[in-house]
């Protein structure tokens, strides 16, 4: 009796523990599901519905001094397809039939990219035009998502495309401005969530913008476009008249270190340009600030400036020039070995007089003529607001190779290296009064809600006082006196210049059998509009700067100050002989 009890209570806890286990798995299975993973599987069933793609921001434009648009970005369509949408051929062959009609593109080129993916959304057309989009927006396809983006265009065509630079397909800049002013350019980007049915085509209505972008600032620079074209052609001629590998041209507000133009070749061109070619990928760096050469006799004019300043010469301090000055066992010798004879400071910048500059350094001693370098800005950055500046090159003292040779062709511009800016900044000191500023090509930043900051001019230090520095747009004056034939003589203008004639050094320490001509100058003399600095590589025909580059300087004076309405302050004087 008590074992058929048993037996019996058995039967019915043993279904039951059985039966409870069941049911406490199923409710831990539940738990885990509904309470412990809600998040996961709420997430991955969100991802089956939904869709997101980033907004990019408007991308400011760039502007000239004058407000002329420079580079600007037009509202274009991105172009995505569901590919589990596409993955029922009775929805692929239509959609893909008619965008393809749209687009202007194989149908079965379509499907073939969109197809080689099970999941996600494939974009299959990048930057469409605005009214295009629109119609394929409109038209409903299935499986088919537009989104708007934006494609940078320069409405000026090639002008200014070193400085402007360009952008990536992201948008992104990638040289010039617009890489260099990249995040103020770009703004910050948004999201966009758009909802899907089960087959994955997306919800008439269904799109809302998770994250709103913020646009970009536009920026002013304080290039004229006028003036860079003129620049820009000027440089051409000349490199075509004189065989030459490529040059450089920029043209400065010595009282601000405003850079109104900036040429320089070879360069980019927007026409021609492919990046994915590996041997244009220098044209993206501009020359006149990543370029490094040595300058020649320009640097007669820091020479100058320094000893005036220093209150060791006056212009019409004399020396007696035997055409060889001795460091030492080395004998330096002018140009062309010519010999002057008693000469003043003035005659030494004049005749380009190697042992004249030579005489003013010595005089200097190597610490105070090296502090001066430096007061001059160089073997430091400009801060120009381009990547890739080039430093400079500056033996000293303490360099295990230096001798008093280099102090000596230092003075007459070899044994340094500068770049195209870093040697405009410095003239620019010698004749603004003496102001060592930072050069730069951003004249205003404007907020997307219309509100502007101007970039003012920044001084970094003095190089030399006001009276050196009126002494020396004097002296330079008189290197192209009217009374006398210079081809760098403006006809309407009064200018002071200087030439420069270099060898090309080569890393071994010697000069190759090339030279670089060069002309700096500035007009007019009383009240200096504009400084020019031309640059000619490696010329063919190995014509000295005075020839080659000093008409170059001379007609874009008067081609340049005319055009900013400049009164002509001297009479037509021909520049020929």
């Known amino acids: 009796m008590t074992e058929h009890r048993v037996r019996g209570t058995r039967r019915v806890w043993v279904p039951a523990l059985v039966l409870g286990l069941f049911a406490a798995i199923l409710i831990g299975r539940l738990v885990q599901l509904q309470v412990l993973q809600h998040d996961d599987y709420s997430a991955q069933a969100k991802a089956e519905l939904e869709g997101s793609t980033t907004l990019f921001a408007r991308r400011g434009a760039i502007l000239d001094r004058n407000g002329a648009v420079l580079a600007v970005s037009v509202d274009t369509w991105d172009i995505y397809v569901s590919a589990r949408a596409w993955q029922d051929a009775s929805v692929a062959l239509p959609s893909s039939e008619e965008l393809a009609t749209l687009l202007a593109t194989p149908a079965v080129n379509l499907r073939e990219q ?114 860079q074209r003129m620049a820009e052609k000027a440089l051409k001629d000349a490199i075509e008249e004189h065989d030459a590998k490529g040059g450089t041209i920029i043209v400065m507000d010595p009282a601000t270190a405003e850079i109104l133009a900036m040429a320089t070749w070879p360069a980019m061109e927007y026409s021609t340009l492919d990046i994915s070619d590996p041997a244009q990928l220098e044209l993206l760096r501009n020359r006149a600030v990543t370029d490094l050469y040595e300058p ?72 105070r003529f090296l502090q001066y370098l430096d007061a001059f800005g160089f073997d430091v950055p400009s801060g120009i607001e381009l990547t890739g500046e080039a430093v400079g090159i500056l033996r000293r003292p303490d360099d295990p190779a230096w001798s008093p040779v280099d102090l000596a062709t230092q003075s007459f511009g070899q044994s340094i290296s500068v770049t195209p800016i870093q040697m405009t900044t410095a003239v620019a000191a010698a004749i603004n009064g003496g102001e060592l500023l930072r050069p730069h090509l951003v004249r205003e930043y404007v907020h997307p809600d219309g509100t502007t900051l101007r970039q003012e001019k920044i001084v970094r230090g003095r190089a030399v006082s006001e009276g050196t520095s009126a002494l020396i747009r004097q002296m330079m004056a008189a290197v192209i006196d009217p009374g006398w ?92 002989p």
């Open 114 to 227: 969109v197809l080689r993916q099970e999941y996600g959304d494939v974009l299959v057309a990048r930057d469409v035009a605005y009214e295009a989009g629109r119609t394929i927006v409109d038209a409903g396809i299935s499986g088919v998502v537009a989104l708007p983006n934006s494609q940078r265009v320069y409405p000026e065509g090639d002008v200014g495309a070193s400085i402007l630079g360009i952008t990536g397909l992201d948008n992104d800049g990638l040289a010039g401005i617009e890489a260099a002013l990249d995040d103020l350019l770009g703004g910050t980007p948004g999201r966009s969530i758009y909802e899907r049915d089960t087959s994955g085509d997306p919800i008439p209505f269904g799109q809302f913008i998770a994250e709103e972008p913020v646009p970009g600032m536009d920026v002013v620079l304080t290039i004229d476009r006028y003036l």
């Open 296 to 367: 020649g006799s320009v640097m007669k004019v820091i020479t100058a400036s320094a000893a005036i300043d220093a209150g060791l010469v006056t212009p019409n301090t004399t020396y007696v020039d035997t055409g060889i000055a001795k460091i030492y066992d080395t004998e330096i010798r002018n140009w062309q070995d010519s010999v002057y004879g008693e000469q003043t400071m003035t005659g030494v910048l004049q005749h380009s007089i190697n042992t004249g500059a030579i005489f003013m350094a010595e005089l200097l001693g190597e610490d």
């Open 485 to 576: 034939y210079h081809p760098g003589k403006p006809d309407h203008y009064s200018a002071g210049g200087k030439s420069g004639t270099a060898n090309v050094a080569i890393p071994n320490g010697a000069y190759a059998e090339k030279h670089v001509a060069s002309f700096i100058g500035f007009a007019p003399v009383d009240d200096p509009e504009v400084l020019v600095l031309v640059k000619l590589d490696e010329n063919a025909d190995f014509e000295t700067g005075t020839v080659a580059a000093g008409p170059v300087f001379a007609e874009l004076v008067d081609e340049s100050l005319a055009y900013l309405n400049v009164v002509p302050d001297a009479a037509s004087f021909a520049r020929e």
